[in-house]
């Protein structure tokens, strides 16, 4: 027991009790029409735009067209998200420094774009689930 809370006697003072003040509902309205609907936040904000490099390989035992129909659907994403492609690049089959999924080789494609960071991800989710796509690697260009 605090020593607050003894009497002189010993025997037990009652506690204080604690007055709320009612709810200040004129000082929320307030603050709520001097920073708007959005909590002083803009309604519709800039997303900056980055530029990104991707890298996909794809296996060998893809045919020519169906590794095209993967790269023009990533573009497609890419383009479907608000994306822009800036450069495009097939480097053709190369041998891997080491083996993956026991391939030896794959088909390289380079491709530039500008995009937000929630295209980027969406990229990234998606060619995680792509099974042609043996590797990738996405990189925001600084």
Same mark, same amino acid.
């Given at each position: ?40 936040? *803009? ?7 980055? =530029? ?8 060998? *035992?893809? =045919? ?24 495009? *690049? ?25 995009? =937000? ?26």
């Amino acid at each position: 027991m605090a020593p607050w809370e003894q009497g002189a006697a010993g025997e037990l003072a009652p506690r204080p009790t604690l007055h709320l003040a009612p709810p200040m509902r004129g000082i929320l309205e307030l603050v709520h029409t001097a920073l708007g609907p959005a909590g002083g936040i *803009e309604a519709e904000q800039s997303v900056p735009i980055r =530029d990104y490099e991707l890298v996909l390989v794809i296996s060998p *035992e893809v =045919d020519d067209a169906r590794t095209q129909a993967v790269v023009d659907r990533v573009h497609r994403l890419i383009t479907q998200k608000g994306g822009t492609l800036v450069q495009h *690049e097939s480097w053709g089959r190369k041998r891997l420094a080491y083996p993956i999924r026991n391939y030896k080789e794959g088909a390289y494609f380079f491709t530039r774009f500008q995009a =937000d960071a929630q295209t980027s991800r969406a990229i990234e989710q998606t060619l995680r689930v792509t099974e042609e796509v043996l590797r990738h690697l996405l990189v925001k260009v600084e």
